[in-house]
C-alpha cells in the first residue's frame, strides 16, 4: 500500500504571505496521480490542485502551486497571497491508475491557519 | 462540474438502531464509490470500495457486518450502520468515480452521532 506522509501538522502564515505544505509519498509505480485536498470548517473536500506523474511541468491553479519532485517522492504545495478563506486542513493524496479499486491514500494533514 | 449529494448531512440515533446515509452521483455514472470515516482533526480512513452490481471491498478491520453497503445503480450507493453503538459516531464521507483516471467527486459529509 502507498503511504503518504504529511509532516507538519500545523502551519501558520500571515495574509498575504506564503506558505509552504510539504508531503512525501512512498510507490514502487512511475505512473500516479497526486492530490491536494482542501478541508474548511464546512467540511466539504474540495480539490485544490492535481498532478501527473509523468508530466514534468509542475501544476498550477491561480494561487496554488506545487513542487513536484518525482525521484525524491516529494509533493509540496505553496499557497501564494494567503487570504483568510485558505484556512482550512490540506490533504495531500496518492491515487494508483492501474488498480481496480483506484482509492486515493490521504496523508495525516496540515491545519493552515491565516493571521490577519 | 460534477455532483455528489449525500443525505442525510447530519443524523442522531438511539444506541442499538440502524441508520442509512446515501450517496448520490447527481450528472454522472459513478462506477465506483468510496466510503470513508474521518474523526475529529484527523484525516480520512477508506472504510469500503463498491463497485456498481457487486459485493463492496472492505479494508482491514471495518466489520462487513455492522457498516452494510449496497451499490445498486450507477448513481446510488447506500451505507447502513447496523446496531450503532456511541463508538460509530463520527463523520462518514463518500466518493465518486468513473475511472481510474478521471476525477474523483465527494459528499458533503453526515456527521453520526449515536446516542
Known amino acids: 500500500a502507498q503511504t503518504v506522509t504529511q509532516s507538519q501538522p500545523e502551519m501558520s502564515v500571515q495574509e498575504a504571505e506564503t506558505v509552504t505544505l510539504s508531503c512525501t509519498y512512498d510507490t514502487s509505480e512511475s505512473d500516479y496521480y497526486l492530490f491536494w485536498y482542501k478541508q474548511p470548517p464546512s467540511r466539504q473536500m474540495i480539490l485544490v490542485i492535481r498532478?501527473?506523474?509523468?508530466?514534468?511541468q509542475n501544476a498550477t491553479e491561480n494561487r496554488f502551486s506545487v513542487n513536484f519532485q518525482k525521484a525524491a517522492k516529494s509533493f509540496s504545495l505553496k499557497i501564494s497571497d494567503s487570504q483568510l478563506g485558505d484556512a482550512a486542513m490540506y490533504f495531500c493524496a496518492y491515487r494508483s491508475p492501474f488498480s481496480n479499486d483506484y482509492k486515493l491514500s490521504f496523508g495525516a494533514g496540515t491545519t493552515v491557519t491565516v493571521r490577519a | 462540474g460534477a455532483v455528489v449529494s449525500q443525505h442525510p448531512s447530519r443524523v442522531i440515533c438511539k444506541s442499538g438502531t440502524s441508520v442509512k446515509i446515501e450517496c448520490r452521483s447527481l450528472?454522472?455514472?459513478?462506477?465506483?464509490m468510496f466510503w470513508y470515516r474521518q474523526f475529529p482533526k484527523q484525516s480520512l480512513m477508506l472504510m469500503a470500495t463498491?463497485?456498481?452490481?457487486?459485493?463492496?471491498?472492505?479494508e482491514q478491520g471495518v466489520e462487513k457486518d455492522k457498516f452494510l453497503i449496497n451499490h445498486a445503480s450507477l448513481t446510488l450507493s447506500t451505507l447502513t450502520v447496523t446496531s450503532a453503538h456511541p463508538e460509530d459516531s463520527s463523520f462518514y464521507i463518500c466518493s465518486a468515480g468513473q475511472g481510474a483516471r478521471e476525477k474523483l467527486f465527494f459528499g458533503s459529509g453526515t456527521q453520526l452521532s449515536v446516542l
Open positions: 450528472d454522472f455514472q459513478a462506477t465506483t
Open positions: 463498491s463497485n456498481e452490481g457487486s459485493k463492496a471491498t472492505y
Open positions: 498532478q501527473e506523474a509523468y508530466k514534468q
